[in-house]
Nanobody
Framework: QVHLVESGGGLVQAGGSLRLSCVAS????????MGWFRQAPGKERDFVAA????????VFADSVKGRFTISRDSAENTVYLQMDSLNTEDTAVYYC??????????????????WGQGTRVTVSS
């Protein structure tokens, strides 16, 4: 079992920044990758970014490239999502996810085995 807890969401004006955190606990030693997804009201859960736990490989959705950065602190079992130049389309609940079976499907919901409860991000115009 892997338990994930997100934090850092909130209300921010367009053009602003937020930093989300995801702390993993449990069987983190076999976590192959961590990802961030988001879900806006009435929409599907969409991929945002992912990072391999050991190699530092990162993948981003086209909509956030150049604005968002993903990083991890292996010692603290924490993954971060730095979000800059936010716009109203970034408004959503952001979820952290863990791949413990080495799916290597970074951009797919099915590529992850455990999910956090989400943290809400609201960007005002």
């Amino acid at each position: 079992q892997v338990h994930l807890v997100e934090s850092g969401g909130g209300l921010v004006q367009a053009g602003g920044s937020l930093r989300l955190s995801c702390v993993a606990s449990g069987r983190t030693v076999i976590t192959y990758a961590m990802g961030w997804f988001r879900q806006a009201p009435g929409k599907e859960r969409d991929f945002v970014a992912a990072i391999s736990w050991s190699g530092g490989r990162t993948v981003f959705a086209d909509s956030v490239k150049g604005r968002f950065t993903i990083s991890r602190d292996s010692a603290e079992n924490t993954v971060y999502l730095q979000m800059d130049s936010l716009n109203t389309e970034d408004t959503a609940v952001y979820y952290c996810a863990a791949d413990v079976r080495n799916h290597r499907r970074y951009g797919l919901v099915l590529g992850y085995d455990y999910w956090g409860q989400g943290t809400r991000v609201t960007v005002s115009s």
